[in-house]
């Protein structure tokens, strides 16, 4: 299984739902990553976790708040969206450190097209 | 990690070879070279990586000048399937993240 799922596909939501956007990995990859992309512009690093634990916040709003609730899956929960944060969520994973026999490349999911009203 | 520079945009005729340049001026003896690609609205995509040696796969080949100051993807016969923004990223070895994407090249391959 080399697939990296992202849940749901498409979402639309106002200013005051709370929602979640998932994605899980089967590779046993050790390092995850959730990336925005804007339409016509390339994917911006939101966070890292790394062996479960956030490694790197990108300066992001409270608003987003990631988890990660074991070595397959990493959540991203959203509050109190603006509609400047409608854009497509990637998720992706890496077997580790590159380096040796680790080659350090990034797996993408799909992604979630998020829509905010 | 080092920055990339890619020209924003190229065509290429189906069938034929397109060469895809990078500049990574600033790289470092420890930063690998990443390509990747992203087809309209999907997630981007592995091409290939390379550290010192010039690399082969099923899908392309990378050239890294001696000085590792830049590189070239070669797609030896581009197909329109091969239309997709393309980005070259540098990441440092043994880093757990900060895989920055950089503007990437918009190539069009036309029949």
């Known amino acids: 299984d080399t697939e990296v799922t992202q849940t749901p596909k498409h979402l639309v939501m106002g200013m005051t739902n709370k929602k979640s956007l998932k994605c899980e990995q089967h590779?046993?990859?050790?390092?995850m990553y959730w990336y925005k992309q804007k339409a016509k512009k390339p994917p911006e690093l939101m966070f890292v976790?790394?062996?479960?634990?956030?490694?790197i916040n990108e300066s992001v709003p409270s608003r987003f708040s990631p988890e990660c609730p074991n070595s397959s899956l990493l959540n991203l929960h959203l509050h109190a969206l603006q509609p400047e944060d409608s854009a497509l969520y990637l998720c992706a994973s890496s077997r580790g450190l590159a380096g040796g026999l680790n080659t350090g490349e990034l797996f993408f999911g799909e992604g979630s097209r998020l829509t905010v009203l | 990690d080092a920055k990339t520079t890619q020209p924003t945009s190229m065509d290429c005729a189906e069938g034929r070879a397109a060469n895809l340049p990078c500049n990574h001026s600033t790289i470092s003896g420890n930063e690998y070279v990443y390509w990747y690609r992203q087809i309209h609205s999907q997630g981007p995509q592995y091409i290939i990586h390379g550290l010192k040696n010039n690399e082969t796969n099923e899908m392309a080949s990378l050239i890294i000048t001696e000085d590792r100051k830049s590189s070239t993807l070669i797609l030896p016969h581009a197909t329109l399937r091969d239309t997709a923004v393309y980005y070259c990223?540098?990441?440092?070895?043994?880093?757990?993240?900060?895989?920055?994407f950089g503007a990437g090249t918009q190539v069009v391959v036309t029949p």
């Open positions: 976790y790394s062996y479960e634990k956030l490694s």
């Open positions: 590779m046993g990859h050790r390092a």
């Open positions: 990223i540098v990441r440092v070895v043994d880093s757990w993240g900060k895989f920055q």
